[in-house]
């Protein structure tokens, strides 16, 4: 597999992280990082504010927190996304172009929870991260992965993402999402 493209800044979004479900047996796994809203889910009611980019996500962080209720916001974390320009289908890499993109510049006190490999906008009008293997349809029961159920480096993931999109695990086509986790504090 060649080495990844750089990723690109899509946005922010909060997350209600929860832990690892009884279902998913695999120890490591502490709680639920995906790029998917499966398990870890934003507010209830985020998309209908129309905040959000054609990604899915927020362009910034004050839109980010504005769809989160006031007396819920200690639940959610802020999560930030950066999306390899390639795509996985029926297992097969191509390019993918992402457009220029008007989002706030990632802070420095942003950490990498890693990367995940999930399937995205089948059929929507804006791209919308859908189902993540790893956690969705336990394989990270088979696949090394780390606490925050996703892979260690973009190499991994882009090879899962290579299986998954010609495997029988969620419909296609997957693409690869490096995972950050940044505080609500604003402070650089």
Not at 3 to 29: C, D, M, S, T
Not at 149 to 177: H, I, K
Request: with cysteine.
């Amino acid at each position: 597999m060649p080495a990844p493209h750089n990723p690109i800044l899509i946005g922010y979004l909060p997350k209600r992280v929860e832990r690892r479900p009884e279902w998913l047996n695999n120890p490591i796994v502490l709680d639920i990082c995906s790029a998917s809203h499966c398990i870890s889910a934003p507010p209830e009611g985020w998309i209908d504010r129309w905040l959000h980019n054609e990604y899915g996500v927020f362009p910034d962080e004050p839109s980010a927190r504005k769809v989160m209720p006031d007396d819920q916001a200690h639940l959610y974390e802020l999560h930030a996304y950066r999306l390899f320009p390639v795509r996985f289908d029926e297992g097969r890499e191509e390019p993918f172009a992402i457009p220029p993109l008007t989002v706030q510049p990632l802070r420095s006190s942003f950490t990498r929870l890693g990367y995940d490999a999930v399937s995205c906008g089948a059929g929507s009008d804006y791209f919308a991260f859908e189902c993540s293997p790893l956690s969705c349809n336990h394989a990270a029961e088979q696949f090394e992965v780390n606490e925050h159920c996703l892979v260690d480096t973009p190499q991994r993931a882009m090879e899962l993402a290579l299986a998954f999109s010609s495997g029988n695990w969620e419909p296609g086509p997957y693409y690869v999402v490096e995972v950050l986790r940044g505080d609500w504090s604003g402070k650089t």
